[in-house]
């Protein structure tokens, strides 16, 4: 079956020790997600690529990265991450918006982040 | 900054009866609206969307409504079951905007069978 996959589902950091996020899909969409989800909160957008076009939300910090090196993965990366950053982090995927009228997203099961 | 408010976090309801989901919006840009589902440990699902140019949107038991006037979409869902229990986002785009979809902070939907 067509997916998206997140790897680790579960992972544990220490506080300020970098840690890396990874994300596939075997939908061959052109556009891949990375949210933020804390406790009850929505989801919120960190960045997107459109193929290998970045693009980063106003508001997301700078410790936070991304890399895309191919259609199919895309990792994120945070640089220090603080007691904040733990959450819910989403991967989802799109096809082209003009291509398919809909921006339907696809997303994976999450990976939960903990920071000590 | 929530653009899309979802004012009720739980909703309970008995088996066979109407669920009603409310989602109000302060964006008049938005133009297309989405409803997701999420179960625990998996990611939200796509359910059923509505674009601005129509106020209904059928699909089996889930129906969708949009009043461009109030910023205010509902989903219902008739007849609930016991699997209709889960999480359900609410989310807005803009066409102007691209990619980027605001969505609302959920409703946790338990149907009592």
């Known amino acids: 079956d067509a997916m998206v996959i997140q790897n680790p589902r579960y992972q544990v950091t220490q506080f300020g020790k970098p840690v890396t996020l990874s994300c596939s899909q075997t939908l061959n969409h052109n556009v891949m997600y990375w949210y933020q989800q804390k406790s009850s909160q929505a989801p919120k957008l960190l960045f997107h690529?459109?193929?290998?076009?970045?693009?980063n939300e106003a508001d997301t910090p700078d410790n936070f990265q991304s890399r895309r090196p191919n259609t199919s993965f895309c990792f994120l990366d945070i640089r220090s991450p603080g007691l904040g950053d733990a959450a819910m982090y989403l991967c989802a995927t799109s096809r082209d918006l003009m291509a398919s009228g809909t921006n339907e997203q696809f997303f994976g099961p999450g990976t939960r982040l903990t920071v000590l | 900054d929530q653009q899309v408010k979802q004012n009720s976090p739980s909703l309970s309801v008995q088996e066979g009866r109407i669920s009603i989901l409310n989602c109000d919006y302060t964006?008049?840009?938005?133009?297309?609206f989405l409803w997701y589902k999420k179960y625990p440990a998996e990611g939200p699902t796509f359910l059923i969307s509505i674009s601005s140019i129509k106020d209904k949107n059928e699909d089996g038991r889930f129906t969708v409504f949009l009043n461009k006037s109030a910023k205010h979409l509902s989903l219902h869902i008739v007849p609930s079951q016991p699997g209709d229990s889960a999480v359900y986002f609410c989310?807005?785009?803009?066409?102007?905007?691209?990619?980027?979809?605001?969505f609302g902070a959920g409703t946790r939907l338990f149907v009592k069978a």
């Open positions: 989310a807005a785009s803009a066409g102007t905007g691209g990619f980027k979809t605001i």
């Open positions: 690529y459109y193929d290998k076009d970045f693009n």
């Open positions: 964006n008049s840009m938005f133009d297309y």
